[in-house]
């Protein structure tokens, strides 16, 4: 059996069609339609119907389906163990964690653990944490880094960031002059908010007494641009501290605490508690923890606001 055969029928399963399986995939049409004549073919049944312009899966695909996934990842396994008997970690490392994660709390343990694994390569699923966590218990990734709590029994869980969130806005704001501010002082501003995650949970539930006031002007799914957005004055934001570091640093953004809203984001390293880290995964779950460093927080200044 071709295991780039199962590849390509999961993904037809996934996607109910062949061209657009093929699309993902990087195939031709005629190339899938050809991978799926071969198992039937060995399998001695039809695997699809065709249902107007899609397909859907017959019993005997059905069947199969159950089984597909479980040899993919079987074979996954047994690729790692072989490579494990190096003394050195080598292989693929395999890692989920959400955009704004990958890109300003991972960059640097990744340079450091390229520099001390050379031959290992690094695959990077990038989703929400909640998706990361259904990849590690699903054992398509080896560790993932997502927001904290986690509270799924089969997990094990290192707590290896924390970062406080803050008002961010640009120096010409109203806001921008306050040493630190309140909530309802943020709730007068046109309010630039993430789509969804942990973070747009907490607005949610903090600016709900000021809920019949609120201007969101914007909902964006990436950090990066609410980031520009706020630097370019089109509204306010709250953000994990450690992510506009640079915007502040440069002149561009202003970041000032929010003295009713002491919250803090808080990062977890997580793997399967029943199965044995590859050993590049277990060299990266041991530079992640001894790596990543609470940011340096100064505290905020009890002062009278500017008004």
Not at 140 to 160: E, F, R, Y
Request: net charge positive; proline share 5%.
């Amino acid at each position: 059996m071709d295991f780039d055969h199962l590849v390509t029928f999961l993904e037809i399963a996934k996607q109910g069609s062949f061209s657009r399986a093929g699309q993902k995939l990087y195939r031709s049409q005629p190339a899938v339609s050809a991978q799926i004549r071969q198992l039937e073919q060995e399998y001695g049944q039809k695997l699809f119907d065709r249902v107007g312009k899609s397909v859907r899966l017959t019993v005997a695909g059905e069947t199969l389906l159950e089984y597909a996934g479980k040899l993919l990842e079987l074979r996954n396994e047994s690729l790692r163990a072989v490579a494990d008997q190096s003394s050195n970690p080598h292989g693929t490392l395999s890692i989920g964690a959400n955009e704004a994660t990958c890109l300003y709390v991972l960059p640097d343990i990744f340079a450091e653990y390229s520099r001390r694994y050379p031959a290992v390569q690094i695959s990077i699923y990038r989703n929400f944490s909640h998706k990361v966590l259904e990849k590690v218990e699903d054992g398509a990734v080896d560790v993932g880094v997502v927001t904290l709590p986690v509270k799924s029994p089969s997990l094990k869980v290192h707590n290896i960031f924390r970062d406080r969130l803050v008002l961010m806005c640009s120096p010409s704001s109203p806001l921008a002059s306050f040493k630190s501010v309140r909530t309802s002082d943020v709730a007068e501003q046109p309010l630039i908010f993430p789509k969804m995650g942990f973070t747009r949970q907490v607005l949610d539930k903090q600016f709900r007494p000021f809920r019949s006031r609120l201007r969101v002007t914007m909902e964006l799914a990436s950090v990066g641009m609410i980031k520009r957005f706020v630097a370019a004055g089109l509204g306010v934001s709250v953000i994990s501290e450690s992510f506009a570091q640079d915007e502040a640093r440069a002149g561009q953004a202003k970041l000032i605490p929010i003295s009713d809203m002491e919250i803090w984001r808080e990062l977890g390293i997580v793997y399967r508690r029943d199965r044995t880290l590859p050993r590049s995964a277990a060299a990266f779950v041991t530079l992640a923890r001894e790596g990543v460093r609470e940011p340096v927080v100064e505290p905020a200044p009890k002062v009278v606001q500017k008004r």
